[in-house]
């Protein structure tokens, strides 16, 4: 069998890796579970089950692990892991949806810089002994190589890294030798060591790759990453994701817009809310989904429902105090249903409506990832919704954006490598019978956030 990539993805519910050929075709998937932290501000989880959980992905790719000649991982966006100097986690490390950094520091709570500077007043034994603070990514890449694993520029940005100079700027909480360096997505960070090769299973020549946020992995998995494309990336997992690619920066951190570098010159602009499919899973059983599915509505429904279990939100407004709502109670499931569904797309929209205010282009198309593309009603929904026609990956997730960022070195750059490696399944087109009330519910949906928010500073309190 020819050399085979392996990209892995590293959430807060579990592992996921894809085997694939250089050219994208899929030869082995493999997952494993870790169990998330309770609903609650802190937020933690210890590194070392995120090992075991790749260990175990690895390991179940039984025979094609032989094969793999590049690895990459995908991981969270604004997780802080502490280490010694063995690379061994001090203490739990912790997730981006850790909110104690609220209100202690100048960047938002869901950024690892915020929780350096939560450290410092809470926790300043930590903050003063650790040998070395980095992302899950960085931690995984370090314990496969042996040695202090760069990270690139997405997994950088939330620890403070100035991505403009290309540096980590001199006012962090933590000095610049206790952070990671840094490099481009793709970049080859060494070989796996011979006894870890030995102990997943791998063969003898395995080069780990710098991988990347799983939200910029999952819009390489969308092949959306030139800029010269109108098509922007929607990831409606547990939450919502915007990613676009653009030739300048855009930023606007009153809006929770920022830019991620990427490779080659490109930047890709995104956000990310609190709202996202979460809410369905925890509402509705699995298994009525489908029955669901099928007497979803192709008309706006009765129910208004902002689809977030979490107070406050990120995007596509801000606010730390903003209680997600839902009309009361006496619908039936299926109204309930259809107003979860209809409200992660109301966000999403509006998600989109903030970059064409912040000078973007309306997509011509979005690219969508995440658990939500599965339902195919979702889809149609969301496609009716924002008016624009929606394309879904053969292979929708960050694993897949991983092995991409593994192929970097097989392509001429990590940019070619998306364009020879994705491929494309059904999507959905949007249909116009309805599409002047969809636009009337979308306004009263936004009308009902803005009133919630102007009670909000009526009563004192942040919007």
């Not at 590194?47 to 260990?55: F, H, I, K, L």
């Not at 192709?298 to 902002?306: L, N, Q």
């Not at 490696?421 to 959905?428: E, I, R």
Request: glycine share 10%; hydrophobic share 40%; net charge negative.
């Amino acid at each position: 069998m020819a050399e085979l990539l392996l990209g892995i993805d590293v959430g807060t519910q579990g592992a996921r890796a894809v085997c694939t050929t250089p050219a994208g075709d899929v030869v082995a998937r493999t997952a494993a579970p870790l169990v998330a932290p309770a609903p609650g501000p802190a937020q933690e989880q210890d590194p070392r089950d995120w090992w075991e959980a790749v260990a175990s992905c690895i390991r179940q790719l039984a025979d094609s692990r032989a094969n793999v000649a590049g690895l990459a991982v995908a991981c969270t966006s604004g997780t802080l892991c502490a280490l010694d100097e063995r690379f061994q986690p001090v203490t739990d490390a912790w997730l981006y949806s850790d909110t104690r950094a609220a209100g202690c520091s100048r960047f938002d709570a869901s950024w690892a810089a915020a929780k350096l500077d939560w450290l410092n007043a809470e926790h300043p034994d930590v903050a003063r002994t650790a040998a070395l603070f980095t992302s899950p990514g960085g931690y995984l890449a370090s314990r496969l190589t042996g040695e202090l694993a760069a990270i690139d520029y997405s997994q950088a940005l939330k620890f403070g890294y100035d991505l403009k100079r290309d540096a980590w700027p001199s006012d962090l909480a933590v000095e610049p030798d206790r952070l990671p360096p840094v490099v481009a997505p793709g970049s080859r960070l060494g070989p796996v060591r011979p006894e870890v090769a030995r102990e997943l299973g791998l063969g003898q020549s395995v080069s780990v790759f710098a991988g990347l946020t799983d939200g910029v992995a999952a819009q390489l998995a969308c092949g959306a990453c030139n800029t010269g494309s109108e098509r922007w990336v929607t990831v409606v997992g547990s939450t919502l994701v915007w990613k676009g690619a653009a030739a300048q920066p855009v930023d606007d951190a009153a809006a929770g817009v920022y830019s991620h570098r990427g490779p080659g010159g490109v930047w890709f602009p995104g956000a990310a809310s609190n709202a996202g499919g979460r809410i369905v899973s925890e509402w509705f059983d699995e298994a009525r989904l489908p029955a669901l599915d099928a007497r979803l509505p192709d008309r706006p429904p009765r129910a208004v429902v902002y689809p977030s279990l979490i107070v406050g939100e990120r995007f596509p407004f801000r606010s730390t105090t903003f209680v997600p709502f839902a009309t009361p109670e006496g619908l039936s499931e299926d109204e309930r249903y259809a107003g979860c569904l209809a409200g992660v797309a109301f966000v999403e929209r509006w998600g989109y409506d903030v970059f064409r205010g912040l000078g973007c282009r309306r997509p011509a198309s979005v690219a969508t990832t995440g658990g939500a593309v599965r339902s195919r009603a979702w889809l149609q929904l969301r496609a009716d919704v924002m008016q624009v026609p929606l394309a879904v990956p053969a292979e929708p997730g960050s694993a897949f954006g991983a092995a991409i960022a593994a192929g970097a070195n097989r392509h001429a750059s990590i940019l070619e490598a998306a364009d020879a490696m994705v491929k494309w399944g059904t999507g959905a087109d949007p249909r116009s019978e309805h599409r002047t009330e969809w636009s009337d519910a979308y306004e009263r949906f936004r009308t009902e956030c803005r009133r919630r928010l102007e009670g909000e500073h009526e009563d004192g309190q942040p919007g």
